[in-house]
Structures are given as C-alpha cells and as structure tokens.
C-alpha cells in the first residue's frame, strides 16, 4: 500500500484489528520512508444494484445522507444517524451476499429508522415506498399506532392463573 504521505510503494503493518462487529478489519501502517503512520480500512467488497441494473460499491455514506435528510429538523443526533448506519451497513453485511439490490438496502433502513424517529420514519418511507395519496400515510400510521398499543394484561379475574404458593413443606 502506498504512503499517503510521500507516495512511497511500500507500507508496513504495525497493528491490526477488527471492528464494526467483525465487519471490517483496521490496519494501523507505518511508512518505512517517511516512518508517518496512517490507519486502512478493510472491508468485504459490497455491490449495490441499482434500480437500472447497474452496480456501485456499498457507502455507508450514502445510507448517512439518505436519512439525515429524512431527520431533518427533527431531534436526532448526528451519532445516533451515523450508529443507524452503522447498524444498517452490519444487518446488510450479516446477510454473507456480495451483492444485494437497491432495494433491501430501503427495507434495511426502515426498522431501525422508526425506532429511532417516527416522523423521519414516515418521511422516508413515503418517498421510498412511493406513497401517493393521503391514505398512504393513514394506513401507515395506522400501522405505527396499532404497534404501539400496549400489550395489555390478560384479566385473571377468577384468580386461576398462578397456583398458591404453598408455605413450608412438611415431611411426616
Ligand atoms: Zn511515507
């Protein structure tokens, strides 16, 4: 690898470690010309299929700009947007193909994305999704609401649930 530094060809590796989960690999280098010390980072390559059939690497970067624009305005931090990458780029990952489409990349970012923001849930899947009317947004939010109601308790009104606890043991 070439020093980004003085362009020398060479590099040596000093230290290497995982991270992301395992999904990437972290190479700390040193350069034996300049001896400045620079970080690379490997990853398994990804290709996106794009709704034309054409590919384009995998950018976490992309995924980061797709749903900033959906928090606009809306009180999420930018490390809880890049951690929402993070997790988005590690379940695509998880999922062991070399190539995935445009597609599930979108159905990637929703779950995490509506735990995070339901406003910037419903932004974003109307543009993803292609809602076109007002009952698009009904439906969906009806959705969201039905998920949210509290999954009550069962009335146990006889009391026949839970058997007595009996107090000691006696042994005769
Ligand atoms: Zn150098």
Redesign the pocket.
């Known amino acids: 690898m070439h020093?980004?530094?003085?362009?020398?060809t060479d590099?040596r590796v000093i230290d290497s470690r995982t991270a992301d989960d395992g999904t990437a690999m972290r190479r700390r280098r040193q350069?034996?010309?300049?001896?400045?010390r620079f970080t690379t980072i490997e990853t398994a390559s990804l290709a996106v299929v794009k709704r034309s059939g054409a590919t384009e690497p995998f950018s976490r970067n992309k995924v980061l700009v797709g749903v900033r624009k959906a928090c606009q305005g809306r009180p999420v931090s930018e490390d809880a947007l890049a951690r929402l990458a993070q997790r988005v780029e590690e379940a695509i990952r998880a999922q062991g193909s070399a190539e995935i489409d445009v597609h599930e990349v979108g159905l990637a970012i929703l779950g995490p994305l509506r735990e995070l923001d339901e406003v910037a849930y419903l932004r974003f899947a109307s543009v993803y999704q292609g809602f076109d009317s007002l009952e698009d947004f009904e439906s969906a939010i009806a959705l969201l609401r039905a998920e949210q109601e509290p999954t009550g308790q069962e009335p146990d009104p006889a009391g026949l649930g839970a058997p007595p606890v009996r107090g000691g043991t006696t042994t005769s």
Request: glycine fraction near 0%; aromatic fraction near 8%.
């Open positions: 020093c980004p530094f003085c362009r020398h590099s350069c034996p010309e300049c001896n400045r």
